[in-house]
């Protein structure tokens, strides 16, 4: 079983501060996709990363994949209320995808 | 386009009985994907569909069953629920034309809040 571990489970924030929520395991993975989920609402992709040290910007999000390619990390520069959400990390192989249980973020006006 | 709907929004069923989670999606995508998710555990795979016709059971398939009659739907049947079952679950659907992988992008319906009491 391919176990990904996400902390910190819950992060609580003032806007404008910069934070960073990581997904480790001690598997390999090909690729690597972060989710954004609302309550009440579905997850919805961000990113995904698929070579060892990949860096992807997404305003401003920034989300790495290791050089092992066991772990990533998201950082959020300036946080908005509008980040608010739970952020999931999937790691896979071939066609087998398994989820984080996902970091809780919210962020206060 | 509607994307992946869902139905219903919330349920509640007593031990033993049965129900159908429906989940239609708009997009003409071939794989569709019934997860469960409960606090603390991340989103786990029950079941997922690579086209009309075509079933395979996921990481938690017991108490399960699903069928794909057509492209666009894809329902999800409890047949004697149980306690286990409390979960709010998504159905999911997703593109590809080279198999299945871990990097296709899967679009989520808003999901089913469901208690078994």
């Known amino acids: 079983t391919q176990l990904l571990e996400q902390s910190p489970q819950f992060l609580s924030i003032q806007e404008g501060e910069n934070l960073t929520v990581y997904c480790n395991s001690s598997?390999?993975?090909?690729?690597l996709q972060w989710y954004r989920q609302e309550p009440g609402e579905g997850p919805v992709l961000l990113v995904t990363v698929v070579t060892g040290g990949e860096v992807k910007k997404l305003k401003r999000l920034t989300f790495q994949f290791g050089d092992a390619r066991k772990d990533s990390s998201l950082h959020i520069t300036a946080a908005q209320p509008g980040d608010t959400g739970l952020y999931l990390c999937a790691g896979g192989n071939n066609n087998d995808m398994r989820f984080g249980a996902g970091t809780r973020l919210t962020v206060k006006p | 386009n509607a994307g992946v709907t869902q139905t219903p929004k919330f349920r509640i069923l007593k031990i033993g009985q049965s129900m159908t989670l429906q989940c239609t999606q708009d997009?003409?995508?071939?794989?569709m994907y019934w997860y469960r998710q409960d606090p603390g555990m991340g989103l786990k795979l029950i079941y997922y569909?690579?086209?009309?016709?075509?079933?395979d059971k996921g990481e938690v398939p017991n108490g399960y069953n699903v069928s794909r009659s057509t492209t666009e739907d894809f329902p999800l049947r409890l047949e004697l629920a149980a306690p286990s079952q409390t979960s709010v679950y998504f159905c999911?659907?997703?593109?590809?034309?080279?198999?299945?992988?871990?990097?296709?992008?899967?679009?989520f319906g808003p999901g089913t809040r469901l208690t078994v009491l």
């Open positions: 598997s390999v993975f090909s690729s």
């Open positions: 999911a659907s997703s593109y590809s034309n080279k198999g299945r992988t871990s990097t296709d992008t899967q679009y």
């Open positions: 569909s690579v086209g009309a016709g075509i079933t």
């Open positions: 997009m003409n995508h071939n794989y």
